[in-house]
């Protein structure tokens, strides 16, 4: 099986660390985007060396789903360390392996700790937890590979307590945009479901209490699916068993064709196969499907389990989210859930990164009163909240320029050089999190960014590397963004350094005031550049 251009860069990447002495490491794919296939060939590879392989997950529809997968995209097959099946004595070099099984003592002592050259961890958000690590620590000197979908800020700085680093990651918006997973367009309904009396659990909101909470509203909820889901094929997420068998009742008097699955269900792989065939149109289930199932001609998504968490989000909307024939794009039925806290997961939490700009989506989106493409949706807020910040900015330039500062806010440079990847950017590894060494702070003084602000490694780090990429294409300096844009010229960080340099040459030789014919608010030196030429 060939490997999607992405997916043969993660793989190298994978390589790549482990090569250079990094034995713990992350690879990061959306829900569909094939994480399975990715780590099934990184096995192989593994096995061409004489490597064992252990393939570790925390459900059994996850290493089945391994093994399969591995046996169709590399012809090998798996040995199974769960329950009564073992291992031990099989001549099969991946060994796909239950963690409730292998975290037992009994079960550990029957393999010396260099038995497995490289673990592989299926859904590694969850590796932190005790069972996993006690499985990791018997096993010191294995390569450790940990696979998840996109985690959110809080994931990756707790996994960044375990892993060295983050080979390789494959973001939503760019697999959309280089189509290999559906285009996603968000609809926020306007019922008003009241979360206030809702208890916190474990960082999440409590299921027992969402499950009282929203039993008032399924009747409502229902007549508005009625309006937009007749004719989709439609998965519902809810906190609790009898929630969903509830709402699947109400479904089913309002006209749907509905079918309820929970991990108590006798049947439910025929319910999911007649799913999948087309018997039922709504499929409610309690937090069931969120891994390991896929079914790609659902196009819509329907999360009334509201989370904190963004990795569940995403687990729950990317049910939808892969590529089927006839089927343009996912439809994500949002609610307005009135809570007074402010880190519940909306559709924006899939592509925000900047959480400024994440609520200013999620706000934009609420009066919108139709279904929005959410790379639309954040293309217009991130523009929203560029103007916000520039009003903001022009206040601060103003003080700035009565103080006569010498030296250019990082905030000031990385909107004019239109750069959100610093603007939003948050550390997850242990150095990243330092304070800036006097080292970078000198050079970034002495490049002309004002490093007072810059209270990490990280972005330091990032910063001092924009700034030698940037010398070297050629583009204008800190210094020269200050001097031009303290005189009114607007995001000169977008421009040449050359053309930036005349620009400056021409102001001095008028005395250091901006020549009379030219407007700096107005001013693209593209176009004067044409008219000087002409």
């Known amino acids: 099986m060939d490997l999607r251009p992405y997916q043969e860069e993660a793989r190298k990447a994978i390589f790549c660390q482990?090569?250079?002495?990094?034995?713990?490491?992350?690879?990061?794919?959306?829900?569909?985007?094939?994480?399975?296939?990715?780590?099934?060939?990184?096995?192989?590879?593994?096995?061409?060396?004489?490597?064992?392989?252990?393939?570790?997950a925390h459900r059994g529809e996850l290493l089945d789903q391994a093994a399969d997968k591995i046996r169709k995209s590399t012809g090998l097959a798996c040995a199974t360390e769960k329950a009564e099946e073992t291992c031990v004595g099989s001549w099969f070099r991946i060994t796909v392996g239950s963690v409730q099984t292998l975290m037992r003592e009994s079960r550990l002592k029957k393999f010396p700790d260099d038995y497995f050259n490289t673990i592989i961890i299926d859904e590694a958000h969850h590796c932190l937890s005790d069972s996993y690590q006690r499985v990791l620590k018997h096993f010191p000197g294995s390569h450790v590979l940990g696979v998840t979908a996109t985690p959110d800020r809080g994931d990756m700085r707790n996994l960044g307590e375990y892993f060295e680093s983050l080979a390789y990651e494959y973001t939503l918006p760019k697999a959309i945009k280089e189509g290999y997973l559906s285009p996603i367009k968000a609809l926020t309904l306007p019922l008003k479901l009241d979360l206030t009396g809702v208890g916190i659990s474990a960082g999440d909101f409590k299921s027992g209490d969402l499950g009282t909470a929203l039993d008032p509203y399924l009747e409502q909820i229902a007549d508005q699916m009625a309006e937009y889901c007749m004719d989709r094929k439609t998965v519902v997420f809810l906190p609790l068993i009898k929630t969903s068998q509830k709402f699947c009742r109400i479904l089913n008097e309002k006209g749907f064709s509905a079918a309820e699955v929970n991990g108590k269900s006798g049947d439910?792989?025929?319910?999911?196969?007649?799913?999948?065939?087309?018997?039922?149109?709504?499929?409610?289930?309690?937090?069931?499907?969120?891994?390991?199932?896929?079914?790609?001609?659902?196009?819509?998504?329907?999360?009334?389990?509201?989370?904190?968490?963004?990795?569940l989000y995403a687990q729950m909307v990317g049910r939808g989210t892969r590529l089927y024939p006839g089927k343009d794009h996912l439809l994500l039925l949002d609610f307005l859930w009135h809570t007074e806290r402010h880190e519940l997961c909306h559709p924006a939490s899939l592509i925000c990164e900047n959480e400024e700009v994440a609520q200013k989506m999620t706000e934009n989106l609420e009066q919108a009163g139709c279904a929005v493409d959410i790379e639309e949706a954040k293309?217009?807020?991130?523009?929203?909240?560029?103007?916000?910040?520039?009003?903001?900015?022009?206040?601060?330039?103003?003080?700035?320029?009565?103080?006569?500062?010498?030296?250019?806010?990082?905030?000031?440079?990385?909107?004019?050089?239109?750069?959100?990847?610093?603007?939003?950017?948050?550390?997850?590894?242990g150095w990243e999190m330092g304070p800036a060494s006097e080292k970078q702070k000198n050079t970034l003084e002495k490049l002309g960014i004002l490093p007072d602000q810059i209270d990490n490694a990280g972005k330091a780090a990032k910063l001092l590397d924009r700034l030698d990429k940037r010398r070297k294409e050629g583009l204008t300096t800190p210094k020269q963004i200050r001097f031009l844009e303290g005189r009114g010229f607007e995001h000169v960080g977008t421009w040449d350094f050359n053309t930036a340099r005349k620009l400056i040459d021409r102001i001095a030789a008028n005395g250091w005031r901006v020549p009379y014919d030219i407007n700096p608010h107005g001013y693209n030196p593209c176009e004067a550049q044409e008219y000087r030429s002409a």
């Not at 025929?270 to 659902?298: A, H, R």
């Not at 523009?383 to 022009?394: G, N, Y």
Request: proline share 4%.
């Open 18 to 56: 482990w090569d250079s002495g990094v034995n713990k490491t992350l690879l990061v794919l959306p829900t569909g985007c094939g994480k399975t296939i990715v780590f099934a060939k990184v096995a192989e590879d593994c096995v061409r060396h004489g490597d064992r392989v252990l393939i570790l």
């Open 268 to 311: 439910r792989a025929e319910i999911l196969q007649d799913f999948d065939d087309g018997k039922y149109n709504v499929l409610c289930n309690s937090m069931l499907l969120t891994e390991g199932w896929d079914c790609p001609s659902v196009d819509c998504i329907i999360v009334l389990r509201p989370t904190k968490i963004r990795s």
């Open 379 to 429: 293309k217009q807020a991130s523009e929203d909240v560029v103007a916000q910040r520039e009003e903001s900015l022009a206040k601060q330039l103003a003080e700035m320029r009565k103080r006569k500062k010498k030296l250019v806010d990082p905030l000031q440079f990385e909107m004019s050089i239109q750069a959100e990847d610093l603007t939003s950017y948050v550390p997850s590894f």
